[in-house]
């Protein structure tokens, strides 16, 4: 089996989880469905295994050195990129492993083999077994290697209402740049709630750093919307979509589905 896949020539039947993670399998379909997901490769839970295997330390070989550079330089013109994990059992529909395994942004090209060995070790983290354990589940670790976005305002924005699950209201969070604060809890985010036909029901404009000003402007709320509700139906299930908008355009960073309204 391929140790590198790039997004776009993924086949339908590489598009496993068990091959290229749940998450590089979300944004791999959405990706080759025209969606604004960056550009980007995977390296498969076979290139992990093959060291896996072994118990000594990790050395890739020149020549997976020479393809990781290559697949870098087509996937980004820029010296950064973001490194993802990808884990076999991440974001399928009754389990997502939210915050379980490490992730990097704004790696140098020269740093990304690197990431990618924290990337495998986070599969051994505490948090990880303890969730396995739980759930019985063989944990296999594909990487995701993507053009860097920097962003703006991000965010991350529910299909359904999580909280109520309300599922005809669509709830948006922003902040400025990047969105990894808003994700690990450490900053408190805009809060919009869309309803039937994108109008805009509620706001909650929250301050950060010496901006009042609201993240998003309506347009951007509604076109967010628009963009989780056309993820909602291409999946047909409850989608969570973490979003970032970078020189204007809004991009899909991850896609998962929202596991407690199902």
């Known amino acids: 089996m391929p140790h590198f896949l790039v997004f776009k020539e993924i086949s339908d039947e590489q598009l496993t989880p068990d091959l290229i993670?749940?998450?590089a399998s979300s944004l791999t379909r959405l990706y080759q469905h025209n969606f604004p997901v960056p550009d980007g490769f995977v390296m498969t839970t076979d290139f992990f295994n093959s060291f896996s295997k072994?118990?000594?330390p990790i050395i890739f070989s020149n020549q997976d050195m020479k393809t990781i550079n290559q697949y870098i330089n087509d996937c980004s013109p820029r010296d950064l990129v973001a490194?993802?994990?990808s884990a076999s059992v991440e974001d399928s529909s009754n389990k997502s492993y939210a915050g379980q395994f490490d992730s990097f942004l704004n790696v140098k090209k020269d740093e990304v083999s690197e990431m990618v060995k924290k990337c495998w070790s986070s599969i051994r983290n505490i948090r990880a077994q303890r969730y396995a354990q739980v759930k019985n589940t063989d944990l296999k670790m594909a990487v995701i290697v993507q053009k860097m976005i920097t962003p703006?305002?991000?965010g991350v924005a529910f299909s359904a209402n999580p909280v109520n699950g309300d599922k005809d209201s669509i709830v948006i969070e922003a902040v400025l740049g990047s969105n990894e604060s808003l994700v690990q809890g450490a900053i408190t985010p805009d809060l919009y709630i869309v309803g039937e036909n994108f109008k805009i029901l509620d706001k909650?404009?929250?301050p950060q750093a010496g901006n009042h000003q609201q993240k998003l402007s309506d347009s951007q709320i509604s076109e967010v919307a628009r963009l989780v509700a056309d993820v909602r139906r291409f999946f047909n299930?409850?989608?969570d979509v973490e979003?970032?908008?970078e020189n204007g355009k809004l991009f899909i960073l991850q896609s998962r589905p929202i596991t407690a309204i199902q």
């Open 21 to 23: 993670g749940g998450k």
């Open 54 to 56: 072994e118990n000594k």
């Open 83 to 85: 490194v993802r994990s």
């Open 152 to 154: 703006e305002v991000s």
């Open 204 to 206: 909650k404009i929250v």
């Open 237 to 239: 299930t409850e989608v």
């Open 243 to 245: 979003w970032a908008i």
